[in-house]
């Protein structure tokens, strides 16, 4: 064999890695789709709304932010329960997204792809991402699906 053969072994090798390595690249390790599009509405003055922007950039999310004035047309127009509010709303390929939702969860949402509206955590959860005051359980639920508002994850 000469210097610039490549064995059939190491040929293979080198093919399976290269292919592995084309599965995963597009995954952050925690299965989130790198540049997944994700689009915000929040109050420009709304500190703990950044800081979930920024969990869900962290999880691998390309958000787009819209500071507006009028969050309850925005909440409105993407049939957000009242019951279910929060202080900002998202939509992520197709699915809304109100409040402090985990980035595992959106993840899931995204893998299952329950017929639903979307995913809300109600209120401002203090143990939630951006409000990050440890010690309240709260949950995620899914609302808009043909079987009602159900449970979707607890924390």
Known sequence: MNATAVSPLTSRRSILGLGLAAAVAP????GAALGTALEVWKDANCGCCEGWVQHMR?????????????????KSARSVPDTLQSCHTAVVDGYVIEGHVPAGDVRRLLLERPRAVGLAAPGMPPSSPGMDIPGTPYQVVVFGGAGGNRVWARH
Do not use: E
Request: no cysteine; charged share 10%; aromatic share 4%.
């Open 27 to 30: 995954l952050t390790s925690a």
């Open 58 to 74: 962290a999880a691998g999310f390309q958000a787009t932010v819209h500071d507006v004035g009028d969050l309850a047309a925005i």
